[in-house]
């Protein structure tokens, strides 16, 4: 079994930081690539930001300039470096991996998510 979990979330005021991190466990044999989304109405993710294991990485446009994710390959971690907040940021962020199993199984894996809430 593989497991996400996330940290960092919490509340901060406009024009604030936030650093979000993601870490996978378990029985894990290479992962593909790793990333943020975040939760809209009806409970569909939005791709936040997004890094493969070539190193390519995508933004959504609301988020360049602000966010950078980063990758630890050797600890199995994705962060999310949240800078210049706004409001219209906040929501539930979740971890997502695309990862390959011991058991040779390659599924996407979610994390639980983590609250952030940007307001004054």
């Known amino acids: 079994q593989v497991q996400l979990e996330e940290s960092g979330g919490g509340l901060v005021q406009p024009g604030g930081s936030l650093r979000l991190s993601c870490v996978a466990s378990g029985s894990i044999f290479e992962i593909y690539a790793m990333g943020w989304f975040r939760q809209g109405p009806g409970n569909q993710q939005h791709l936040v930001a997004y890094i493969r294991s070539s190193g390519k990485i995508e933004y959504a446009d609301s988020v360049k300039g602000r966010f950078t994710i980063s990758r630890d390959n050797a600890k199995n971690t994705v962060d999310l470096q949240m800078n210049s907040l706004k409001p219209e940021d906040t929501g539930v962020y979740f971890c997502?991996?695309?990862?390959?199993?011991?058991?040779?199984?390659?599924?996407?894996?979610w994390g639980q998510g983590t609250q952030v809430t940007v307001s004054s």
């Open positions: 997502n991996a695309d990862i390959g199993s011991v058991g040779g199984t390659r599924l996407d894996y």
